[in-house]
């Protein structure tokens, strides 16, 4: 139901933009869901970074805030996640995430909608 787009290869200090685009009955989707971006880097676990609330309220982990942004396009009806300063760190295959009902947005099992992953590699 989720689709990603956006992933790519950029510099350090570089910039990208991921989307979200939800499938389906897309308007009723993006009205009622709660999203989030995670990344997941081998021999990592899924890390939770930008949550958005149903009412447009978005939170960070501590390791993107003031440089990753979450937000929603309403008028292609996508979430995005824009990425600036990147750093090589940064690289990691990208997820977004979907679900009406979330309490922790950080938690990946909260999720029952995922999108099939868009990888970022970030070189020095």
């Known amino acids: 139901q989720l689709v990603e787009s956006g992933g790519g290869s950029v510099e350090v200090g570089g910039s990208l933009r991921l989307s979200c685009a939800a499938s389906?009955?897309?308007?009723?989707?993006?009205?009622?869901?709660?999203v989030a971006w995670f990344r997941q880097a081998p021999g990592k676990e899924r890390e939770g970074l930008a949550g958005?609330?149903?009412?447009?309220?978005?939170s960070y982990a501590d390791s993107v805030k003031g440089r990753f942004t979450i937000g929603q396009d309403n008028a292609k009806k996508t979430w995005y996640l824009q990425m600036n300063n990147l750093k090589p760190e940064d690289t990691a295959t990208y997820y977004c995430?979907?679900?009406?009902?979330?309490?922790?947005?950080?938690?990946?099992?909260?999720?029952?909608?995922w999108g099939q992953g868009t990888q970022v590699t970030v070189s020095s």
């Open positions: 958005l609330s149903k009412n447009g309220n978005p």
């Open positions: 389906g009955d897309s308007g009723l989707i993006y009205s009622r869901y709660c």
């Open positions: 995430a979907g679900d009406p009902y979330i309490s922790e947005w950080w938690v990946a099992g909260e999720y029952r909608y």
